[in-house]
């Protein structure tokens, strides 16, 4: 019923797991590669375009324009994104690359009409970024367990965690294959260099990683809520 992991998906789920640190309140959690970061080329000069590409459809709706702006805006100031210095672009040697980002609209939603979705599958020089990671395995709740789940108490409870993926950290290495340019709709100037340090969702691996940061916490908690560990466990680990 799809329960089990194939080899390969647990394989690489050990291979997350042993990567993990604890920085802090968080958990840091590297990207498990496959290829070289060193093969990426520097797309700079096509991200550059698809911006400009971004940003003209944005400035026909000025209302969709702000929301975009403003999460950015809010990305930097709750840490998950930051702004590069001249000085430190200048001075970095590691693999570098950058990611685009676009609008999606959400009419629905009232709070957020637009969405910022960055892409991690877009090609250049034939190379991609998500095909240089494993992907993991699928740790998400299976729905025919959960179906079944559903019937075992008198009352079912579900929760969200705010802003999940961002809330894994990711180190400075990976940083810099997340770098992205943004420039405040400032059209008529160079854009600004800003890298992810989080986990960005889009990213092949994401998931697994998010769900592998939830795991360890739950069992870093055991201690303190065995019961809630072992509720954690099961759902996460089983499906």
Known sequence: MGVACPDKEVDEQKFIIKACQKKGR???VPYPWQRNPKELPDNKVLVEKML???EKRLLKDAEHAKAYD???KEMVRM???RKMTNEEMESYEGPVHYIPHHAVLRPEKKSTPIRIVFNSSSVYAGKCLNDF???GPDL???LFGVILRFRERSVAVCADISKMYHRVLIPESDQHVHRFLWRDLQVNRKPDTYVMQVVTFGDKPAPAMAQTALRLTAEEGRAQSPEAAEVLKKRY???
């Open 79 to 81: 840490g998950f994104a």
């Open 237 to 239: 680990i089983h499906g």
């Open 133 to 135: 990671w494993m992907k």
């Open 26 to 28: 968080q958990w840091l």
């Open 52 to 54: 400009c590409a971004t």
């Open 140 to 142: 998400l709740n299976n």
């Open 70 to 72: 403003d999460q950015i």
